[in-house]
């Protein structure tokens, strides 16, 4: 099955903002072929349509975390604070881009959503199903417990020296 756009694409355009999974009114634009103005435009003329929990603005400290996040600054000359949908809002905008382009596209957003939330399912599902083996089994596999708790936490970041090694040794002491 050919999509317009693919599932993977989609998932690089969503963030998480004020805890909720949203994309940007900018990146939604993209993906369904029409300028962001154009976008809004719709959006505005149906404000009913998109209550707080489906459409919200960036605040200017929100916007600044964004954008210090990308290295290269594609935003152009905004003259105010991005959009952000969330996944209802995004549905709500398929009744207000009537174009065959952004039915297909709302489609696809949909199913990269779906996707997202069972990802985050399977992945409470594994640590729970841990859990009760964990319970199950005695101490003798604590070790293969921990290990595997262990590569399901994010990496975390070294701590950089400060310095060289000489790679000599001084009272039992590497320099």
Do not use: C
Request: glycine share 4%.
């Amino acid at each position: 099955m050919s999509t317009l756009v693919p599932v993977e694409v989609i998932e690089k355009h969503i963030l998480v903002l004020r805890n909720q999974k949203v994309i940007l009114d900018k990146d939604l634009s993209q993906l369904y072929g029409v300028p962001t103005k154009v976008l809004i435009q719709a959006v505005k003329r149906s404000l009913k349509r998109f209550p707080p929990d489906f459409m919200f603005q960036l605040n200017g400290d929100e916007f600044e975390i964004l954008r210090s996040q990308i290295v290269t600054s594609s935003w152009g000359g905004r003259r105010y604070f991005p959009y952000a949908f969330t996944e209802q809002g995004i549905a709500m905008l398929s009744s207000v881009l009537n174009s065959e382009r952004a039915i297909a596209v709302n489609i696809e957003i949909m199913r990269a959503f779906v996707r997202l939330r069972e990802m985050v399912a399977s992945h409470k599902e594994l640590a729970k199903k841990l859990q009760e083996l964990e319970k199950k089994y005695d101490a003798q596999f604590k070790v293969v417990f921990d290990a595997i708790h262990a590569l399901l936490e994010p990496p975390k970041k070294p701590k950089r020296r400060i310095g060289f090694e000489t790679g000599e040794i001084r009272d039992n002491q590497k320099i």
